[in-house]
């Protein structure tokens, strides 16, 4: 019974662990480094709630998520490939953005200082959207592995992460390949905010709670291939699954079992590599550097 | 001297360029820039209690500017100075008041040195696992921090430690001897600041005359360069997030010795991740660093002033810091005046 | 012959502060080897890059067979009938042959490639060498991936080949296949033009040379008759003499260095270094010749403590170096000038007096305790400019704002004034022009004069004979012998570095 909720919890903590993370890998195996992860979901999620609280459909909400995701990784994406801006730079200043931007929009539209007004029923044909999109997660595994290694565009946008000279000479535009991974990433990683908002019924500030850096983490994990980032994206979910055992069943005070996510997370990345002995991860190999025309 | 008339030029220009943008938005908005700017300007400065509020609040912001800038100079991002500084500050609350029986003298710098100490903790780590084991610090630092939040409610709140002064989430009052006053009577100006300026005045020696700083600065401009002639990487990472720690946990002491003379949850507005802005505003020298904290602090300072009477939401100056770390980072933006910046921050791996 | 292939026409591109190529002609004929040729800074690299498409011409006019065409990019180019191989490979090395061919031009799914896979391989057999499209580029060897770049642009219909140096990293006998490749490709009616420094492969190997200097194109001659000292004066603008053996009847005195049993891997954890032995001695230069990775990198990185031997031992003066790091070796007395000069040799964000710091930061003059004597590095620093005659001289400057050959004078006069008992010198003319060439013989002769031992590592044969005392050639991490320039000839050497007997 415990092992159920675990599990269940699990794979709900990890929806929008693997939406933001196959985001983040379609961003950077084109060689955008993505650190705004953590913001593009939060503006994802709020647009999602206000959409949804305005039009009264979760339906338009989602979608206004997306989009929102898609503008907001443009916008990083622009930062980072056309006026080569550091990468990491443009990702926490986005991630900042968003933080003091949502609670600014909460208190300009909704006059309150910490979350939305709630959205109410979030179903679609009878089921939980949340059980919608954790569906979505779990797919987008196999299609984002189809997308890199199955299509044109993935070879391209691979080449442009590995070596964007290689691929500016056979005629390839760099910059637009890269700026189409980094929107790609903001849609994915907007859905993921959109999945937080419809599991906590309402947007509230900081929601996202270091996700997308979870999220980055992953990526390392799994060394930027979809299959092995999905992995890790599931064994940090743990932390969140195993959160309210914790606390109901061994007692656990809640700060400490909210520590959970981030601790495992931390201690998995300082262990595994230990573990498996490898040599440590393989960005890609041009992953944040600005590609100029010699 | 040129140099730093040069290097100081760049960021002069765009921090000008972010008023101006922010002029433009408010105009958009129908608000005239000129009340928003003269609001902002009267709560910083109007009376001598907001001078010194100012002056106070450019402290913390100088020192995460400082624990920003030293680690970037040597190519790494620490963005954790955040949970640094609410880790020395719970710190230093929590040591003022199990020792407050010591004398002032004796008890000041062992408030400072132990909270010095708790923040170069998770700094270290950072550090150990950037060398060590090739772990992005800025992954690292992150989920430190939120670590660290959750780690200092807990003990704040556990019943035997008894640190909860009744039922707010603060500890118990700092001795009188300890707290912090004005450096110069009447000026506003308080120890802190000295302090604060004094630091950023050995920041600035050591990073450009001496064989440290050399090297610190030569890993953050070409790491393979540096090892070439004998710097240690893993030396320097984990040396200069080390000292990241300890300047961001001045911010922290600052807090509850100074401003609320006791740890109260929840007292740093972002004073960490402001400090990224102050660092890249100040082109990561530790002089500059000091007048881009002044900078911030009087807008964060004006901002409640604003808020009240011109009726912009003060969170509004959040994103006048964003957009100024925008500006500073666009390579193209900032190469059309100067190049000014450290070093790369290399990307995740 | 038949008609002209391209015609490149008062060719004009201007670069702030300098004209790279300033009305420049060129027509090659349809089933001709072109050779394009010129000193460094000459111009050729940016009228091929014209050619491709990669940089757009701010004048001149570019006819292909007899039309007149303007390429916005690569791609124009390409469509155009142009095939370019650049200098630095433009094949993602973690991708596979056939991934690398198919790259910009590929179906939709790349699922089954199986019809791409067998044109490459009939192609391959047509043009006499077989290769395999699954094999991932990173672990071919440097000529295999030449032959990809040429077999990829010719799957796309190029009619006109344009090599950028292809021989630079080619062993003499890999380029004498390239050559012949070239030839059959031509003989089949394309065209093909190459650029090229050696000169007596230029003869050889083509029918038509046009000459460049300073931007402009000087002429163009029959390959057929001509000479070298022809070439080199056309080149340079005046007689010049070509540089020949100038050292010898040195003293080598003590042993500085010994490696013995020297075991090493790359990066890529797969053993580059295979049981070297070797010793320098004080007042000689030890010359490494060999094919680029084979080994010279992590021989140097090894003995500069910048990589970690996985078995034998490095000696310095006696000192078993085993355990010391980069920091102690230098202390010790190895100075390092690595191949690169930005990648491993300076902080381009660092001034010039900073990165002359960093390499003599033992020395008791420039420090007080930890802190620097500005006054005393000023002095330094400009008399180290002035003996490289640096320019621009003043030493507050930005690395990044010297050009690459003075860059590489700031590189080499940092490892000469350092004191170093012992230099690693690797490739330490590259990017010069001959007048700097001089300027580091020089610094060399005195070097060793003073009883420094010197270990150079250089892919240029000609440097290699002049400045060394004695060659080793290194193969496969191993040693393949030995030479003394006076008794042997770079076509010698170039047969013992590609695998022939001693």
Redesign the interface.
Known sequence: MILQDVLTATIFAATPLLLAALGGLLS?RGGV?N?ALEGIMLFGAFAAAAVTLWTGSPLLGIIAGVLTGALVGALHGT?CI?????????G???N??A???T??LL??VYGTKGSSPQLGSLKLLGVPLTVHLAVVALAAVPLVWFLLY???F???L??CG??P????????NVHGYRLAGVVLSGVLAGLAGVFLVMTAGSFAKHMS??RG??A??A??FGRWRPVAVAIGCLVFALGRGVQDVLELEIGI?P??S??MP??L??LV??VW??IRRG???E?P?A????FV?? | MKRLLREVAAPVQLALLALGLASLLLLLFGESPYHVGKALLRGAFASRDDLARTLAGAVPLIFTGLAVAIPFRAGLFNIGAEGQLILAGFAAGVTATVFADLSPIALMPLVMLIAMLVAMIPAGIAGWMRSRIGIHEVIATILLNFIIYSLVMWLLRVESFGLMAGMEPKTAEIPLGIRLGEAIPGTGIGVALVFAVLIAVVAEVVLFRTKPGLMLRARGGNPRAAESVGVRSGRVILGSMLVGGALASFAGTQQVLEVHHSYIEGFSPGYGFTGIAVALLGANRPLGVVLAGLFFAVLRSGAFAMDALAGIPREAVGLLEVLIILLVASELIRGSFRKARAGTAGGVA | MSGPAIELEGITKRYPGVIANDHVDLAARVGEIHALVGENGAGKTTLMRVLGGLTPPDEGTIRVRGREVSFASAADAAAAGIGMVHQHFTLVPVFTVLENVVLGDEPGFIGGLDGVRDRVVELAGTLGFSIDPDRIVETLTVGERQKVEILRTLLRGARILVLDEPTAVLTPQESRDLFKLLRRLVKEGRTVLFISHRLAEVLAASDRITVMRGGRSVTTIAAAGATEGDLARLMVGREVLLPSAVRGGSEPGEPVLDVSGARALSDRGVPALSGVDLTVRAGEVLGIGGVMGNGQTELMESIAGLRPLTAGAIVLEGADLLGWDAAARIRAGISFVPEDRLDRGLVATMSVEENLALGLMDDERLFRGPFMRMCALRQRADATLKRMDTRPSDPGLLVSTFSGGNQQKVLLGRAFDSGARLILLMEPSRGLDVGAMEIVFEQVRSATARGVGVLLVSSDLTELMSLSDRILVIRRGRIAGEVHPGETTEEELGLMMAGGGA
């Open positions: 950077e480094v650190i930062a056309y006026l080569r801006a550091d990468h990491v730079i443009s926490i200043a986005v900042m953005f933080a003091s931007g609670i600014l208190k300009v199955r299509t044109r993935g070879l391209r691979r080449a590995e070596y000279e290689a691929a500016d000479a056979v005629g390839i709670a270091g850096y979870i980055l983490a990526l390392v005070p700060q400490l909210e520590m981030y601790l997370t931390l990345l300082a590599p230990l040599r440590s991860a960005p190999a992953l944040g550097r600005p025309r010699g």
